[in-house]
């Protein structure tokens, strides 16, 4: 199609018309050279200018638009579940496939689909769809650069008075928030006028806190609800359970009864998965673990008492310091206890003796920090003395494997939320460890002396690039990590399976060695201690007899094998 545009225009916008003559050249200046400039003259050679000789446009019209392609993929993990189910809660889905398994439609309709996924498959097999026809004959390696951290943010505790950063949470909606309790634990250094606040940061105004939260105690653990970042769940230093609402204010919308609540600090507080998100449960150092909702904290919903014989002995409980919850595992969580000891609970079980289904130990002292793998939730780190050791649920004796032995003494840990071999540790010299196993077992990948005191609360945020750590005198340092911290690396998740595997896979070997070695052992006393009782029954005199019998019959071969010896001597 032709396109065409007529100008029109009146002869007198033009302006008045020029007239040209034919007229003699004539000499306007006549300037003498002056030989002085000569020096100052510099050559240029070579001499190159440009000439643009295609006519200039006044006006150009393209009939088409420009189209901006971008590259997008989607990865369809969750669908097809109708509104009043959420597919992130196992116990909702589980209960929709059972009502569906047992609906008559449900076998023909799967029959009909069967036969058309056969036909997708057959040509799958018959053709390679991703089959890559142009693949670079040269692969570019990349260099991994050095792993970093730079300080972003200090936030120091407004009151004089100082106090420990027991506990830090951030804010569930990747957010720049950061909650922090305050609290002084040694009973021996606690003052009248220390003040009970416990503060709400923003990083982006980092001079002073955000709010101020007023409990009935100093708090011990802070937590934010998954599911509402207005709502926190903390644990008192009297062993109390409260949550506030930060858009009802300071105080706490609801506290638990001191008669109901724990005996001693509550050390650790978690949610629960639930359809209301109310429901929560708590752990302290007087041996119960307490089931909560925070609509009714009058009284606990449920108790648990941690006692290893599973008699439910009060007394004989162990004092839990650490306490995990995994989403993923509904019906499981694990307890850190001060003897060093792990306990894997059943939330489901109804009797106590159920309820512990197995113990782990292998930590001279408590167990500060208790944090799942997110992407492996078998696999488990463990925080406690001079050590971090990994297990797995299913080698049940000893760590799969460990850190070397610290001279500082270690006071929390947690894995990394994006790089399933990556945890990070803290100690008592005010030193944060980053530990990547791929890349070397025996050494940190990276450490960072945050501060000169003793580190005692650590935790990432959701994105993994970015720490904080609090410190004995109230000192939250906030940190980011370097890309390489942050970032999955190239088949990281096959090789960090692979070592899980054989790692387990040889631990139960040497299970395996080492109880037949104690069987072996066991058999072998047994049966020396029924040969002493058969000496022991019979009377001194047959006792004599049967030596002085063994006597003579080892001098009888010994006076035989040198007679031998002199005959052959002989010949």
């Excluded at 050559?43 to 643009?52: E, F, I, N």
């Excluded at 769809?129 to 200090?154: D, G, L, R, W």
């Excluded at 004092?319 to 499981?332: I, N, Q, R």
């Excluded at 501060?451 to 750590?469: F, K, T």
Aim: with cysteine; hydrophobic share 35%; net charge negative.
């Amino acid at each position: 199609m032709e396109i065409s545009y007529v100008y029109k225009r009146k002869r007198s916008e033009f302006g008045r018309p020029c007239c040209f003559c034919d007229q003699a050249a004539m000499v306007t200046a006549d300037i003498p050279p002056e030989p002085g400039l000569a020096h100052g003259f510099v050559p240029r050679d070579p001499v190159h200018a440009s000439v643009q000789h295609s006519p200039e446009m006044s006006e150009h019209e393209v009939n088409t638009d420009r189209v901006k392609v971008q590259s997008r993929g989607v990865n369809h993990m969750e669908g097809g579940w109708p509104k009043d189910v959420n597919p992130r809660e196992a116990e909702q889905t589980a209960r929709f496939r059972k009502k569906m398994e047992k609906d008559e439609h449900y076998i023909n309709t799967i029959t009909q689909l069967s036969t058309l996924m056969e036909h997708c498959v057959k040509q799958n097999n018959a053709i390679d769809i991703y089959e890559e026809y142009f693949e670079e004959e040269e692969v570019i390696e990349v260099e991994i650069e050095p792993p970093s951290a730079k300080t972003i943010s200090a936030l120091r505790d407004p009151r004089t008075a100082k106090r420990t950063a027991t506990h830090l949470s951030w804010c569930p909606n990747a957010s720049k928030k950061l909650a922090v309790a305050y609290s002084i634990l040694e009973f021996q250094q606690s003052k009248k006028d220390v003040s009970l606040d416990s503060y709400i940061w923003d990083l982006e105004s980092s001079s002073r806190p955000e709010m101020a939260l007023k409990p009935p105690s100093p708090l011990v653990t802070l937590e934010y609800n998954p599911k509402d970042s207005f709502v926190l769940l903390g644990g008192c230093y009297n062993g109390q359970m409260a949550y506030w609402d930060t858009r009802k204010g300071q105080l706490p919308v609801e506290v638990s009864a001191v008669e109901s609540s724990h005996r001693d600090p509550v050390y650790g507080a978690i949610w629960l998965q639930s359809k209301t998100g109310t429901d929560c449960f708590s752990a302290s150092t007087d041996g119960q673990v307490l089931w909560w909702d925070i609509r009714k904290l009058s009284a606990p919903t449920e108790q648990l008492v941690l006692d290893v014989s599973r008699k439910g002995i009060l007394k004989d409980a162990l004092g839990a310091v650490s306490l995990e919850f995994e989403c993923t595992l509904p019906t499981k969580f694990m307890v850190g206890t001060e003897q060093g000891i792990v306990l894997l609970c059943n939330r489901k079980a109804k009797t106590p003796t159920e309820k512990i289904t197995c113990t782990y130990s292998g930590h001279h002292g408590p167990v500060y920090a208790l944090s799942r793998n997110p992407m492996y939730p078998k696999i488990f780190l463990t925080v406690g003395d001079w050590t971090a050791r990994i297990w797995s649920e299913d080698a049940k004796e000893s760590a799969i494997m460990w850190t070397k032995y610290h001279l500082p003494y270690l006071t929390d840990g947690c894995w990394s939320p994006v790089r399933p071999a990556v945890f990070f540790t803290t100690c008592s010299d005010g030193t944060m460890d980053v530990w990547d196993f791929l890349f070397k077992q025996k050494d940190p990948f990276l450490s960072l002396k945050v501060c000169d005191e003793p580190l005692c609360s650590l935790r990432v945020q959701d994105s993994g690039c970015i720490a904080a750590c609090g410190s004995q005198l109230g000192t939250v340092t906030v940190m980011e990590m370097s890309s390489v911290l942050c970032t999955l690396q190239r088949n990281e998740k096959n090789l960090v399976n692979a070592m899980f595997e054989r790692e387990t896979r040889r631990e139960k070997i040497l299970e395996s060695r080492h109880r037949e070695m104690r069987l072996k052992e066991r058999t072998r006393s047994e049966s020396h201690g029924m040969e002493m009782e058969e000496e022991l029954a019979q009377s001194p005199q047959e006792v004599f007899d049967q030596a002085q019998k063994q006597f003579l019959e080892v001098i009888q071969a010994e006076l035989q094998k040198k007679a031998r010896a002199e005959v052959q001597q002989l010949h």
